[in-house]
């Protein structure tokens, strides 16, 4: 028998899972350029590399909050200054969500965020920050006591859905509506289980209510009964009683 170089390339090859062909034949195999020390480092950027970094942000958060008890988002801007009403609103429902026996979820980040973890903090409850990398890194608020930061606005996404039992929104920008149309889209098309949506804050959201209903749902682009999937307060007591009453706590 010649060796394998005397019998010319052969007419397919396997790499793992994936079958290559004619011209898409690669010289070498996996094995030989895992083992080869020389070369360029181009491979960490590669997409099947991030498929492993993927992987391990969602081992990593499902890791620290498997734990958790039941717990409730809340979701709102970075840019609400400290000496607000609608900071302290933020640190009012951050512990009357204790008090009801939640544990608090946020971006982890300043503003309305900071305001939800550190009235969890004093009211002794359990308070969570989802971090994500961005340009202008922050990080994450001193009142968050299990911290988790990620490099994919999807898995961070994840996590604020699969270890929540309700979303309570305060006055936010394009990140905050972006985390609210996702939860809104999840439970319309019942791809988790129905829970409670509450936005905080009847002046600041009553504009996009109006355009849901009076052109979305006008429209034919949604239903009247999507409308119910959340609803819009001014009251501490009534967001918590809403998110309360709809997980059965």
Do not use: C
Request: charged share 25%; hydrophobic share 40%.
């Amino acid at each position: 028998m010649g060796s394998p170089e005397a019998q010319g390339p052969p007419e397919e090859q396997y790499l793992g899972p994936v079958v290559r062909r004619r011209d898409q034949i690669k010289p070498d195999t996996t094995d030989r350029r895992l083992l080869d020390t020389e070369g360029d480092s181009e491979w960490v950027h590669t997409d099947p590399w991030r498929v492993m970094r993927i992987q391990s942000e969602f081992v990593e958060g499902f890791g620290a909050l498997a734990e958790l008890p039941s717990a409730i988002s809340v979701f709102g801007s970075a840019r609400t200054p400290a000496d607000t009403p609608e900071y302290d609103s933020g640190v009012a429902i951050g512990r009357a969500l204790v008090e009801a026996g939640f544990a608090v979820i946020t971006g982890g980040g300043p503003g309305a965020m900071e305001a939800a973890n550190k009235g969890a903090r004093e009211a002794g409850g359990v308070s969570v920050g989802l971090g994500i990398e961005l340009p202008f890194e922050q990080g994450l608020n001193p009142h968050v006591d299990i911290g988790v930061n990620f490099r994919y606005f999807f898995v961070r996404k994840m996590m604020f859905v699969k270890y929540a039992q309700g979303f309570v929104v305060l006055p936010g920008g394009l990140g905050t509506l972006d985390e609210l149309f996702e939860a809104l889209t999840l439970v319309q098309t019942r791809k988790v289980t129905r829970f409670p949506i509450v936005l905080f804050g009847t002046e600041y959201w009553g504009g996009l209510v109006d355009w849901l209903r009076d052109t979305v749902v006008a429209q034919g682009k949604a239903s009247q009964k999507d409308l119910l999937l959340f609803h819009v307060t001014d009251s501490v007591e009534e967001a918590v009683a809403l998110v309360t009453k709809e997980t059965s706590r």
